[in-house]
């Protein structure tokens, strides 16, 4: 009698072999064959996007995302308000403060504290770049500085969490991941979306694993984060007496079985672990190489102004360059250290110079390599810091503070938005964080509406159920 074989027959037959012996001899088979049709396609799946073509040309490749945690003052860095300086001392107009939200300030005596740096109209252009950033300075004419950002969130990490997922509920995707979902990466040998941190300056505010987690996309679709000192990945290496083919043959044993398995799950989990798999044998051989910056000239290094490899803003910067020329698609930086609730004086002068001639760098080394033009760097942090002197520093803020991109697609050289004479609210053209999310999409080909993903019976975006705007003026 003919009849289909069921889910238990497989099963059993599947028993049967492994029981007489025969089920090794096929695994073998199997396993000696120049790749499993399955396997490659798993393997294959990070560098490959739900999106077959993008809805509209893309302005940029990848992302290189430079987030100064802790909320750096726009006060002290690119959002000059002389009128803050001609109060400096009295009392905040209640005007502007009755009712709204404040983070450590509530209920104490609201005084005005003027800028505590000098600003400057730089380059052609005549933006004003606080004295904090000579290096920055010069890269005036490439610079889009968004002076009217916005938030919802005014501690630190659910601010992160919003400005990375678009909502503070725990379990989304962060923009990296949704990214990488719909575009892929361009390189088999490295993950697609990698993440960095850094500190010192100020008081060094955790970062949680959520802000580059994939949330209920695949998993395959995860932020990896490098370590700046020491091995950058754990157990990159192989234990001492195993050899690379060695650890070939364990990774295609392991792969066959777990596709004999998924054969009848069809898991997509499953499929994200094979991946893993042959992603981190791959990485055993791409890691070492990248982070090997001896061919690296001196003067690369010295504009960097690092020592490779000593866990600096600096030192992350040059293997973010070398990360963007090897096809990774999302780089995030962080570096922990811009939280001044006293001090901010000299607070910000010390962070930045930190990130100042390293951020530079990276401007100047990604445009001689003809990188700069398909690629969108971001810098600023998840919010910015009260126009109230809290003792010497500043409470968190979220009314108002600035950030900048610059490279593909964004029109240089230009301020975006204001806030008002104290720099409490964004006043003109506004720019919420979901407005944000969806003009990075756009630049990169995504129409923010058009993107989703099904989960538990609906439709999920970056930008969340309310209404995105693409920040047009900006773009080139």
């Known amino acids: 009698m003919n009849r289909s074989l069921n889910s238990s027959d497989a099963i059993a037959r599947r028993t049967f072999l492994r029981r007489t012996g025969l089920g090794s001899v096929a695994l073998a088979s199997l396993l000696n064959q120049q790749s499993l049709s399955a396997v490659d396609a798993a393997s294959e799946a990070p560098s490959t996007g739900v999106l077959d073509r993008a809805h509209f040309p893309a302005r940029v490749k990848r992302v290189i995302h430079l987030c100064m945690a802790g909320g750096p003052s726009h006060l002290e860095t690119f959002d000059y308000k002389p009128e803050l300086a001609k109060h400096d001392g009295e009392g ?9 939200p404040i983070a450590q300030l509530q209920g104490k005596e609201l005084k005005v504290l003027g800028p505590q740096h000098p600003f400057a109209k730089c380059g052609d252009s005549g933006l004003e770049i606080s ?6 300075s010069e890269w005036a004419d490439s610079l889009c500085v968004i002076k009217s950002m916005y938030t919802e969130q005014i501690n630190h990490d659910p601010a992160h969490t919003f400005f990375n997922t678009g909502t503070v509920i725990s379990g989304r995707p962060s923009m990296g991941s949704w990214v990488l979902y719909g575009l892929g990466a361009e390189t088999q040998d490295l993950p697609g979306f990698i993440v960095l941190t850094s500190e010192g300056g100020g008081q060094s505010q955790p970062i949680s694993s959520r802000q580059w987690h994939s949330g209920f996309l695949p998993s395959r679709f995860q932020g990896v984060q490098m370590h700046s000192t020491g091995s950058p990945v754990h157990y990159v290496s192989n234990p001492p007496g195993v050899g690379r083919q060695q650890q070939s043959d364990i ?6 079985i777990n596709e004999l398995r998924n054969r009848d799950l069809a898991d997509p989990e499953m499929t994200a672990k094979i991946a893993a798999y042959e992603m981190a044998f ?17 003067h690369i290094v010295d504009m960097y102004g690092c020592t490779p490899g000593d866990g600096s803003f600096a030192s992350n910067c040059l293997l973010a360059r070398r990360l963007a020329e090897r096809g990774v698609r999302f780089i995030q930086l962080y570096h922990r250290g811009w939280d001044h609730h006293g001090g901010v004086k000299n607070g910000v002068a010390t962070t930045a110079k930190l990130v100042d001639q390293a951020t530079a760098a990276l401007l100047a080394d990604l445009q001689q390599r003809g990188l700069l033009e398909d690629t969108l760097v971001i810098w600023g942090g998840e919010f910015g810091r009260t126009p109230m002197a809290q003792g010497t520093g500043r409470d968190h803020h979220i009314k108002g503070f600035s950030m900048w991109v610059a490279g593909g697609g964004v029109r240089p050289g230009m301020s975006y938005g204001a806030t008002d004479d104290f720099g409490y609210n964004a006043v003109e053209d506004k720019v919420h964080v979901r407005d944000f999310h969806a003009t990075l999409l756009h630049l990169l080909g995504i129409d923010a509406n058009r993107f989703s993903y099904k989960f538990q019976g609906l439709d999920f975006r970056l930008t969340g159920v309310e209404e995105a705007h693409v920040i047009r003026d900006i773009l080139s």
């Not at 905040?92 to 709204?100: D, F, H, I, R, V």
């Not at 004295?131 to 920055?136: E, Q, W």
């Open 251 to 256: 990774v295609d044993a392991i792969n066959g």
């Open 282 to 298: 791959r990485m055993q051989a791409s890691v070492p190489e990248l982070i090997d910056t001896s061919n690296e000239p001196k």
């Open 92 to 100: 905040m107009p209640s005007s502007l403060t009755e009712g709204q």
């Open 131 to 136: 004295s904090v950033f000579p290096y920055i």
